[in-house]
DNA sequence: TGACACTAATGGTTTAACCATTATAATGTT
DNA sequence: AACATTATAATGGTTAAACCATTAGTGTCA
């Protein structure tokens, strides 16, 4: 923090102070992880009172671009441009009924088929090699039986995130992200699977690994959507 | 309005006040378009100080859960649930550089080919007749030449939003339209195209519009993935 | 009839004080 | 020396009262 911000400006003084420093943040003059000044601080810096530049700083903290802590030591943090928004968008959207679980299964079903193609064609030996060692995890757990399940929906996921990343678009892997993130926090409670859809579970990721690691593209995305599918026609069984 | 909203708890209290505004709205129980009351009644009915209250508002509005207005007849207006925090997130992370244009055109070019293809699965026989109303209006202005294209690329998004409805998931639409947004907000300026691009997008329309119509969701979806295609490359010819 | 000014409701901003939380330093105890 | 306890100070959270700025509606006047 050297010689930035100037005095606050425009109608609405708060936003003129979040559009500075939020500015700041996404041109990456100010590093994640480090800390603004005070308040008391950043209001003589905009010349501003300090219930306007809380209001600023609510701003930026809702949009998870600063996170703040009480105490000795607290402040504004800047944190690492995220997705949370866009979890929180639709996690809004659900709780509104605007948007169903069988809408955000869909949804699932059609951005996994083209992310597991996409892995597909660009997965490196590297990846594979990752895969492969998150798909054992997932056999012991599998072999540890209903006992087990918790781990094994963890690895899963982890999987999931992989590929995302493997399919080398960020922006997949924010907004599955969201969709995962909001899988857990409305329909966690319903989920519960016997012995049974645990193995099939875990063949169908074995098949969308080697279809991966094969490059087969086609294969990739239909045994995606699949697996997908099915879990999806579980959730429905267990919310009717 | 009746007689809801408690005395505000918790450690920030300005969270418990949020919390309790966006339930009622989420939940219905405010309608959309309504009017909260002023300022200084909510603080009475949350036992709070304008300050804090205010605070809580900030946020409220940055989740465009609500809209405020300035002078007589001012306050926070209800707004409609929207996907306005995907398309800021976006923005924020393309801005942040943590995702690409290339990215995004790719992500488009996926998810446009999956709504192509439920598109053509759930077209009814008025979706068409929309669709087809909407193509004649790209053709009046296709013939009008360069000096339309703005009102053809306003079509051209048209149909790409009725499409989007007619897959018949509202998560497509917020999505897209977010998509949309971003691609204006940043690439506008870079846009122009010449008559036989223009001619190109027409026919590309005119086919997609015709697998729709024709239930052939293979096609529409292949179709749909070449139009979005051959935008994006556009895009990166200009920017180069 | 139209232009203008007044009024009142409402959000925007400031100030100054005090409360609550917490990392660190100082102190005491074993 | 090691550990538990307490005090300190930095920082965010909250309150109160006053005043400024914007704006729809109302009233006035030419």
Redesign the pocket.
Known sequence: MKKLFHK?QQ????QDVVNQIQEAILDGEIEAGSK?P???SLCEMF??????L??A?RILEQKSLIE?????????YVRDVNGELMAENLAMLIHSKAVSLAHLAEFREGVEATVGGLAAQRATSVDCEELHGLLARAERFRDGGLEQWDSFVRVDEQIHTAIARIAGNPLYSFILKSVHDNIHRYYDKFLFVGSQELEENYQDLAAIITAICDHDSAAAASLSKGHVHRFAVYMKEKLR
């Open positions: 606050a109608k609405r003084v708060y603004l005070a308040e008391r010349q501003t009172s300090r219930g306007t809380r209001e700083l703040i802590r009480l105490g000795t030591n607290g402040g504004a």
